[in-house]
């Protein structure tokens, strides 16, 4: 593939994986190639390459003689989702309190800002934001492959959250990233744990299916704009 059919296929890949992050294509929307392409203004190939991508992060299913959907994981799945997610996330935590890289709080604590800057003002963009504070905890171990399993869980725990967790404030979740600075900050790993396990258990074990009344077309419009830009 060439460079720029590379490009193009991380820039659909990014925009569609931002928008079922964003809980816009919701579990179980079907994300037809030439919808998806005529919304982006790009061709089949590419989105079949970026949906391939999406796939493999278990973000999106593809159904025989039927195309690709959104992908809607079982409680079971849920439940081992965040599980591992624990795991990674403790241990992201115990190497943390050991050793924090120099601008490592300066960087935990403008996102913590950039969060509250949006609490209460646009859910899609809160959602985002508090994944990432995840992710970048993850990236500052310094751990390559460890941060990409943390993001990918993160990932696949944003669409979890649109099948099965109740609406809830933003503010728990900005306060108790705060906490876990603070905890990693004094080197008590119990206490930072002890956090995030609280802040990882608010996901709901009840379905929730949200009425989703919006067409894929008028969803990937938006996102649509940021690739022409």
Known sequence: ??????????AVH???QKAIIEQALT???RLPEDTVGEQ?????TIVRHALVRLENEGLVVTRRNRGAFVAEPSREEAQQV???RRCLENEVIRILCQQMPENGYDRLEAHVRSEQNVKGKDGPVSIRLAGEFHVLLAELTGNDVLARYVSEVVRRG???????ARNHSSDCAVDEHSQIIEAIRAG???RAIH???HHLGAVAGRAEFPSRLDSVQSILSHYGKELAQ
């Open 40 to 44: 982006f203004g790009v061709s089949r």
């Open 82 to 84: 965040f599980a591992v």
């Open 1 to 10: 593939m060439s460079d720029d059919k590379n490009t193009l296929t991380d």
């Open 158 to 164: 944003s669409l979890i959250m649109s099948m099965y």
């Open 14 to 16: 990014d925009l569609l």
């Open 195 to 197: 956090i995030m396990d």
């Open 188 to 190: 008590d790993a119990e």
């Open 27 to 29: 579990p179980g929307m």
